[in-house]
């Protein structure tokens, strides 16, 4: 049986299945993507813009195909999956946009006569493997900046996603790629392993758990390859000072329901002021409250089900070992199958396994802060170092935390503020690289000096 299926988790009904692929199979797309590859290189700057803007285009005229998909296959609502769609024609369109600036030469002052440049050359094959959360945004900002640079593309969904999968493949294709530009693979883990270790295959980008990135980096580093990783977050949202509680209440919400709770830079924990904290818990416990949970495709939803039966579960015995351990939970309510209710938990101590895990759901953790240094210190001991938010009416405050929070991104007094050239990506235990913006387009390229006397 094959283990790429669409499984709507809100009825828990199998939709679809996939088969997976043969190692014959597998051999082939190497292949192909190989050959793809000396064509693609040779293709001009301005050419491979061109086509990677037709990817951008046709994202858009097939928004409502691909979005539709998405709420099938892990259950994101419809309108937040109609925003990734868009989300992901920007992220395309802004490399296609800057194509000229990314492969340009960078002059060198030398120390002598002649010239000296770093010119961007491709390095070959790139592998991605990609998570179900985001199924048209994670392939958007590892396959863009790639292409444009004169990469070819394997991709390995996650088994969840096979049919966006497969129409993000059509999309790439139908944009004028060079046969094997872009080869979609039904993979199994061990296949995986295969494409990493080929020799054909200079590099590998993955999105997902620490288990994941960890085995991804471990064989990688075992054939001397390349290696991106964006992995998890428990990001803080400390609320220092506010003239508006209301809307920081409001941010907190956003920042935690975002993609049901399964946003890897989802605001986690909610590190709070002494003296605000007893009515921004009383605030954001109502608002998380009144998120109304329902079908996915429904104009109102707010929380569709979470991705899939097994993940429900997962989050339900985190949240009930909390409680075991001395957590209290504010709201919340029972799970309903793939169903999880907004909840918010007081009372974590640094002794209880939720401290240091990440809470994929929607689930916000609110601690009681005394003071800036108590608030940073608390937002530092974690594994993690995604994003961070800090809501202050001090600039000054402001700047002076974000330099001493560890994490690869701060949005100082917004949340949901990604954008196609701001960079993404995190430290610690939640990665190695950076996606998004131009930084993006230098994770897998061979800066090549070329001195000349």
């Known amino acids: 049986m094959s283990e790429y299926a669409v499984v709507d988790p809100a009825t828990g009904q199998t939709v679809s299945t996939y088969e997976t692929a043969t190692d014959p199979e597998i051999q082939e797309a190497i292949a192909s993507a190989q050959d793809g590859y000396a ?92 998570p179900w959360n985001f199924p048209a945004y994670q392939v958007a900002r590892f396959a863009a900046p790639n292409l444009i640079n004169g990469n070819t593309i394997i991709l390995k969904h996650a088994p969840q996603c096979p049919e966006s999968a497969a129409i993000l493949e059509e999309i790439y294709s139908d944009a004028g790629l060079p ?105 954001f416990a109502a608002a998380m409250g009144a998120a109304k949970l329902g079908d996915p495709m429904a104009e109102d939803t707010v929380l569709g089900p979470l991705s899939s039966l097994a993940a429900a579960e997962r989050l339900e015995e985190q949240v009930d070992r909390a409680v075991a351990q001395g957590a209290t939970v504010v709201v919340g309510g029972p799970r309903e199958g793939a169903f999880f209710p907004a909840t918010v938990l007081t009372g974590v101590t640094p002794e209880m396994d939720v401290y240091r895990e990440e809470l994929f759901g929607p689930v916000g953790v609110v601690y009681r802060v005394g003071d800036e240094d108590e608030a940073v210190r608390i937002a530092n ?27 690869g991104m701060v949005y100082v007094n917004c949340v949901l503020a990604d954008s196609a050239e701001l960079p993404f990506g995190g430290v610690k235990r939640s990665g190695t690289s950076r996606e998004l913006g131009l930084l993006a387009a230098d994770e897998f390229v061979n800066k090549k000096l070329v001195r000349v006397a």
């Not at 046709?58 to 419809?78: F, N, T, W």
């Not at 001397?224 to 964006?230: D, I, N, R, W």
């Open 179 to 283: 046969a094997g530009g872009y080869v979609n693979v039904y993979a199994t883990n061990e296949q995986a392993a295969t494409i990493i270790a080929d020799p054909r295959v200079q590099g590998v980008s993955v999105t997902g758990s620490e288990r994941a990135g960890s085995a991804v980096a471990s064989l990688a580093g075992q054939h001397l390859k390349k290696v991106a990783l964006e992995l998890g977050g428990s990001d803080p949202f400390l609320v220092l000072s506010t003239d508006d509680l209301d809307q920081v209440v409001q941010s907190a919400v956003d920042a935690r329901l975002d993609n049901n709770g399964q946003a890897c830079n989802g605001a986690k924990r909610f590190l709070v002021i002494d003296e605000l904290h007893d009515a921004f818990v009383e605030k």
């Open 381 to 407: 001991d974690t594994p993690f170092g995604l994003g961070s938010y800090v809501f202050t009416t001090d600039p000054e405050q402001a700047q002076r935390v974000a330099d001493q929070i560890d994490a």
């Open 39 to 130: 064509a693609w290189r040779l293709t001009s700057v301005a050419d491979r813009a061109r086509v990677v803007r037709r990817i951008a285009e046709l994202h858009r005229e097939r928004r409502d195909e691909l979005a539709a998909v998405i709420v099938r296959e892990m259950g994101k609502p419809l309108a937040a999956a109609e925003g990734e769609v868009d989300f992901a024609a920007d992220i395309v369109e802004f490399y296609a946009d800057n194509a000229e600036r990314i492969t340009a030469d960078q002059p060198i002052d030398i120390l002598g006569s002649g010239t000296g440049v770093v010119r961007r050359a491709p390095l070959g094959v790139l592998l991605g493997i990609m």
